[in-house]
């Protein structure tokens, strides 16, 4: 059957139709989500193309378990973005056969056991550059290289340490296209190893790392040295009884400079890792090969040596009834049956994933070049089509938290509006939890499920707390998941469904845009000239759900207003005093860990700072 073919005018023109005029959202979607061929030939002229793509590939995985959902079924709760959407890697790759490419948004590599050689040092450049060709993040640790000045075997004499090997990961990066959009890298150290301060260092140097995101493991050992300025030592390797190599630092003064560097370029991230693996459900099961080492760029999933997550998230706006009027109420009912649905689609999609990777392992048998060269491409999806299989790990997760809340007349920010988002995490865990559990009755548990292992896990711990009839049936069928839960950044996403991204709060709920224009044109406003002379109009852009509470409370959006009038406007409204820069950046941490709480994995989230702050807040 001959495919319909579609100009990018047509695809431009039918999607702004469909997301109302917003060119925005039309644009993102057209370039980055249609499904084309390497040619450029558009196959879809709306997200209703794609939604009923995504829908009929999910039905087919559904038809071969028990109690399968239509495809129907599974369109009305993609259709307008409204209340499930698959993220990223998954949106673009289900059902598109014009690209040989994996569904999941994040992968973590690493070599199990000594990885201190050139061998393995190249062996995780190529592994991530191939992995990167076929969308995905990547994140690896370094804490296996041993340090500078260490004695080595070859004609060097001594290592040059990690910091070089920094510099050749992140130019593997940028050398890497992906549609328009470059591959993403996060690059992890313990703070342990005697090379860290360097690693600390090496993006401050202007130009150097520039393709990766950097982050530092602490451990408690060394936050408690910090606060108490006591002494801290450093070894390699790591994690040995008897370290080749020790060395003894002051703890305070490395603390400070992490903060110093942060303060001023933004990295490195911390990441407090002895309560990432406390916490860790899939860290139960760490001597079976899911011992976490590292995050994805994001930070949002921490990962064992070649595990990968794929992202979904639910729309939090869209389960308030009457938003914001004054009988705005939250859909408990609703949300609650469509977070085991949000689970049950998730999980399908790995069985999608595994399809998607036995199509990459047969195209690279099928490639010309000798078994030599496909070796190491071949091996790594043979690991990750194993990890992928035997853990099933998912990330569901949710978007519009700020626009939620709003809608409901809480703002942002104060405890009443953070007692309520953690009621809805709490729901969503829980809702997963069980829909997993259900799921390991009707299509069996992940393969190595055990209770037993399990029992201690705080995360697991609460949940036996807050719903004990789920975790008996844990113990009795398992769980169809090693883990389920996550909140990653939604940026093109939320452009799609129109609201505040992850659990963020607005940005903005009103800016102005400059359009330039023919100051000859007769029936053009001129607001603003440029330097060189470019004529510019100046108009009001309103964040979507700011122009539903103008609606809800009888103001007219489509009126031209003074800067005056809109912030009277803004002040009357639920956004108010509630952006990014507005909320009380102690209570955003508050509020993160009252979420995180409910959380599996981990959180995305930025803190937006006033750039004159100092480096003690």
């Known amino acids: 059957m001959e495919k319909q073919i579609y ?134 640790d370094l804490s296996h290289i041993r340090p500078k000045g260490s004695p080595v075997k070859n004609s060097a004499l001594t290592s040059t340490g990690l910091v070089p090997f920094m510099e050749r990961y992140s130019n593997s990066t940028r050398e890497v296209a992906q549609d328009g959009r470059r591959g993403a890298l996060m690059l992890s150290v313990s703070i342990k190893h005697p090379d860290s301060e360097a690693f600390i260092d090496a993006k401050m ?94 930070g949002e999933i921490p990962l064992c040596p070649y595990d990968s997550c794929r992202l979904l998230a639910i729309n939090l706006y869209s389960y308030v009834v009457n938003p914001f009027k004054p009988d705005a109420y939250f859909d408990f009912d609703l949300f609650q049956k469509h977070v085991t649905l949000a689970q049950r689609i998730m999980d399908d999609i790995i069985d999608l994933e595994l399809e998607k990777i036995e199509r990459i392992m047969a195209k690279i048998d099928e490639d010309p070049e000798n078994e030599e060269v496909k070796y190491a491409e071949r091996t790594l999806w043979e690991k990750i089509y194993k990890k992928s299989g035997q853990g099933r790990r998912t990330g569901v997760g949710i978007t519009a938290e700020g626009d939620m809340l709003a809608a409901l007349g809480l703002r942002y920010g104060t405890e009443e509006a953070t007692e ?89 709920p009103v800016y102005k845009r400059r359009r330039k224009v023919n100051p000859n044109d007769t029936n053009v406003h001129v607001d603003f000239v440029d330097e060189t002379g470019d004529a510019f109009e100046e108009y009001i852009v309103f964040h979507h759900k700011f122009v539903t509470w103008m609606e809800a409370n009888g103001y007219d959006p489509s009126k031209r207003y003074t800067q005056e009038e809109i912030d009277e406007l803004v002040a009357k409204s639920p956004y108010y005093k509630a952006t990014s820069n507005d909320v009380d950046w102690l209570m955003k941490v508050k509020m993160q860990g009252r979420i995180q709480k409910w959380v599996d994995h981990s959180i995305s989230v930025t803190i937006n700072l006033p750039n004159d702050v100092d480096e003690d807040l």
């Open 7 to 140: 100009s990018y005018e047509e695809a431009y023109e039918e999607s702004l139709r469909y997301f109302q005029g917003d060119e925005l959202a039309a644009r993102v979607w057209v370039n980055k989500y249609a499904v084309k061929d390497s040619f450029g030939n558009i196959y879809e002229k709306s997200p209703e193309d794609m939604h009923w793509r995504i829908a009929n590939e999910v039905a087919r995985i559904e038809s071969k378990y028990p109690n399968a959902l239509t495809a129907k079924e599974l369109y009305d709760l993609l259709d307008h973005f409204k209340y499930i959407v698959p993220q990223g890697s998954p949106m673009t790759g289900i059902g598109n056969d014009y690209q040989v490419a994996s569904l999941s948004n994040c992968f973590v590599i690493g070599v199990d056991g000594a990885a201190d050689s050139y061998g393995a040092i190249i062996k995780i450049d190529e592994e991530q550059v191939q992995l990167m060709k076929r969308r995905g993040g990547v994140g690896h």
């Open 205 to 298: 140097t202007e130009g150097k790392v520039t393709g990766a995101n950097v982050s530092v493991k602490l451990d408690d050992a060394f936050m408690q040295a910090a606060v108490d300025e006591k002494p801290y030592v450093q070894q390699y390797p790591i994690d040995s009884a008897q370290p080749t190599f020790t060395k003894e630092i002051d703890a305070s003064t490395l603390w400070k400079k992490i903060v110093h560097n942060a303060w001023k370029s933004a990295e490195p991230g911390v990441l407090f890792w002895d309560t990432i693996i406390r916490e860790s459900v899939p860290d139960c099961y760490a001597d079976l090969g899911y011992r976490t080492v590292s995050t994805n760029p994001c």
């Open 420 to 508: 309520f988002s953690e009621k809805v995490h709490k729901t969503v865990a829980l809702g997963a939890y069980r829909s997993s559990v259900e799921m390991a009755k009707e299509r069996g548990a992940f393969e190595i499920y055990d209770n037993e292992r399990e029992q201690n896990n705080p995360f697991i711990q609460r949940l036996a707390a807050a719903d004990p009839k789920l975790y008996e049936d844990m113990k009795k069928y398992g769980r169809r998941n090693i883990a389920c839960l996550t909140i990653a950044p939604t940026g093109t996403t939320s452009l799609m469904t129109q609201t505040t991204s992850g659990i963020e709060p607005v940005f903005l």
